[in-house]
């Protein structure tokens, strides 16, 4: 069982940045793919970017709207997921929810909501213009 919760998010203007943070429990993190993905309203939730899991390599994967733009990383020593997220637009507004799974993915299945079974509440993000 793993419990996640975001934090980090809040009110920046167009252009700025923001570190979200994920706290991982459990001691099996490092062997946990995970990814954020945001929901706007009124829209479904979308993939945002993914670490695998530790082991020969660990692979990140972004969508390609904030590629770029957005770093992911994980400190297993920490049981800790990062987000740095760096010139940010007005449509990057959305609740931001960090998602995990014990297994590891490749490209664009890494990209499918299902995989996650483990999810946070939210942090929201909201970037004005």
């Known amino acids: 069982q793993v419990q996640l919760v975001e934090s980090g998010g809040g009110l920046v203007q167009a252009g700025g940045s923001l570190n979200l943070s994920c706290a991982a429990s459990?001691?099996?993190?490092?062997?946990?793919?995970i990814g954020w993905f945001r929901q706007a309203p009124g829209k479904e939730r979308a993939f945002v970017t993914a670490?695998?899991?530790?082991?020969?390599?660990?692979?990140?994967y972004y969508a390609d709207s904030v590629k770029g733009r957005f770093t992911i990383s994980r400190e297993n020593a920490r049981n800790t997921l990062y987000l740095q997220m760096n010139s940010l637009k007005s449509e990057d507004t959305a609740v931001y929810y960090c998602?995990?799974?014990?297994?590891?993915?490749?490209?664009?299945?890494?990209?499918?909501?299902?995989?996650?079974?483990?999810w946070g509440q939210g942090t929201q993000v909201t970037v004005s213009s």
């Open positions: 459990g001691r099996t993190f490092a062997s946990h793919t």
């Open positions: 998602a995990a799974f014990a297994g590891f993915c490749q490209a664009t299945s890494c990209r499918d909501r299902r995989l996650y079974n483990y």
């Open positions: 670490i695998t899991r530790s082991g020969a390599g660990t692979y990140t």
